[in-house]
């Protein structure tokens, strides 16, 4: 039997072999170089890896794609380095000016569109975030939405309120629609179920259909396939997100595999489920696309971790809130529990973001409840996990509950110490992200990169700071914080996995998460043939080195892209 394609004297990952064989999109033969001779021949194209490292192709088990339009469809303002502190009307006088100028360059515009200021900037400033008579004086005719980097706050003008019909007559989400003294909306809006209040009443605030089909593209083409990601789950996507997805997989245009998840929102009853379970597999094309998981977040943004300590002293007595204030969820025990048991007897997975230790126990508790009510079969995932209690690492590896982790977020610099330890204090931020000691309580360990939330968009350094828990070099503030390890100042590096553990978590592990891995993650007879060759060995290359890394040649379904 001739091959398609043979790739040769490879490092291949977790194999003795040097040479993976290909025909028809499939991997059919993993050997030794010598024992290839049978599949060449005229027309069979081979690639020499010459003795550089062949992996899986990336499975992202944490991304948020289909929010990569706004990069091409708003104004952002990433630029503004999250790292340094700013006083409070410099950095709001510099948005300003930023916007001024966008808004008189885009005259037509029927709405502007921002995203990427951080709302960390305010926690420690008794004044507080922006309001919409900031974005009012510079746009009051037309609307404006304007998205933290981490979408955990919208901020609109008054242009937008009026659109959407909110007023001071509004009835109150569950939480997060902020108010003046006179209980006027302030335009801020805190978590989903504030933000969709918006969305809900202006119709222009989300993408339509066709803009995010040219962002998924762009997404896809200029970010994924570039640095060899061919799986990813979008952690929530709109509605018109999915049929945009839909869409593209029907065509033939989607090039990656995707997993998606609709929202819940905690401000709406169980309806919503019924919906969400009525049009399961509405969407869904082959093994392309398909919608499984439903996205719950637990707790909020900053202010919002659910902790089960409570934050610093010094920055509640600025924010005006009680010594003892440790966040809270979103949900209660028994409207999370109910949901959970309805969708997992449903067929769906349940994807939760959690970043405080409290939150955690709280959805560990919420899937115990679902299990031992008889569901079983279920991948849910835990995403983020910044603070853990060490009991409830084991909790999560003997409910099956994979960790879902971004591991380029574990380091000590600018931000943790600007913005983290003056809330958490030191200790947790030295702890956070424990991904060494999830792994070996016996938890499944998935990596997601969190694009566009953070705008670097690299494997490799995530899998670097695995291994080190270090800066990587090229972090701006790099040479400030360079030697240190973030982690317990009595064993700095207990959180450092091995690099073949930090490869398996965005290959094998991220399609295990995603119900991929009879097809994709790993080099094996059988599999689709999705692989990526390196321009150098990972095992010999110097962990701090590992960011640099680049992509030879990046195959999917056999095909040399």
């Not at 640095?227 to 049929?243: L, P, Q, T, V």
């Not at 790993?522 to 390196?534: R, T």
Request: net charge negative.
């Amino acid at each position: 039997m001739k091959a398609d394609l043979i790739i040769k004297n490879g490092n291949l990952f977790a194999s003795d072999k040097d040479s993976i064989v290909i025909k028809e999109r499939t991997i059919i033969a993993v050997a030794a170089a010598e024992e290839t001779a049978e599949y060449e021949g005229e027309g069979v194209r081979i690639i020499d890896a010459g003795g550089n490292s062949v992996i899986p192709a990336f499975v992202d088990a944490h991304i948020h794609s289909s929010s990569c339009t706004e990069l091409y469809k708003t104004k952002l303002m990433y630029g503004f380095d999250r790292r340094e502190k700013e006083d409070r009307q410099s950095y709001i006088d510099r948005m300003m000016a930023e916007l001024k100028t966008y808004c008189e360059e885009n005259p037509e515009a029927p709405i502007i569109r921002t995203v990427g200021w951080n709302p960390a900037e305010f926690q420690e400033d008794p004044e507080g975030e922006p309001t919409c008579r900031d974005l009012d004086a510079i746009c009051p005719d037309r609307p404006m939405t304007m998205r933290s980097y981490d979408h955990h706050y919208l901020l609109v003008n008054s242009k937008a309120l009026e659109m959407a019909g909110i007023t001071r007559d509004t009835p109150d989400p569950s939480s997060g629609m902020k108010r003046d003294a006179q209980g006027n909306p302030t335009g801020l809006f805190q978590e989903m179920q504030a933000i969709n209040i918006v969305f809900d009443g202006l119709e222009l605030a989300d993408f339509s259909v066709e803009e995010y089909k040219e962002g998924l593209i762009a997404f896809q083409n200029q970010y994924a396939l570039p640095n060899g990601i061919m799986g990813i789950f979008d952690a929530y996507a709109s509605d018109n997100a999915m049929k945009a997805y839909h869409q593209l997989a029907e065509s033939g245009d989607l090039k990656i595999r995707v997993r998606a998840a609709w929202l819940a929102d905690p401000g709406k009853d169980e309806t919503q489920f019924d919906e969400m379970i009525a049009q399961k597999g509405k969407y869904d094309v082959g093994d392309d696309f398909r919608i499984n998981t439903i996205k719950f977040f637990c707790d909020d943004g900053p202010f919002g971790f659910y902790m089960n300590q409570p934050f610093e002293k010094e920055i509640l007595a600025v924010n005006g809130l009680p010594e003892d204030y440790r966040g809270s969820s979103q949900w209660t025990d028994e409207k999370l529990q109910s949901a959970f048991l309805k969708l997992s007897r449903a067929g769906f997975q349940i994807h939760v973001h959690c970043m405080g230790d409290a939150a955690v126990r709280q959805i560990l508790d919420g899937f115990e409840f679902a299990k031992k009510k008889g569901t079983e079969g279920n991948r849910n995932a835990i995403a983020h996990i910044m603070n853990i209690d060490e009991s409830d690492m084991q909790r999560m590896a003997d409910l099956g509950v994979i960790a879902s982790m971004q591991p380029s977020w574990p380091l000590y610099d600018g931000f943790a110490e600007n913005f983290g330890i003056p809330a958490l204090g030191r200790e947790r931020v030295l702890n956070q992200y424990p991904i060494g000691r999830i792994r070996r309580a016996g938890v499944t360990v998935a990596s997601g990169t969190d694009f566009p939330v953070l705008t670097v968009l690299n494997p490799f350094i995530g899998i670097q700071v695995g291994v080190t828990r270090k800066n990587p070099k090229t972090a701006p503030d790099y040479e400030a914080y360079k030697d240190i390890i973030c982690g317990p100042d009595e064993n700095q590096t207990i959180d450092c996995m091995s690099l073949d553990e930090m490869i398996e978590s965005y290959t094998c592990s991220g399609a295990y998460e995603l119900f991929l891995e009879h097809i994709t993650g790993s080099i094996e007879p059988g599999k689709s043939a999705d692989l990526l060759v390196l321009d150098r060995n990972l095992d010999t290359t110097d962990s701090m080195e590992l960011e640099f890394t680049k992509i030879e040649q990046c195959i999917f379904k056999g095909e040399i892209l």
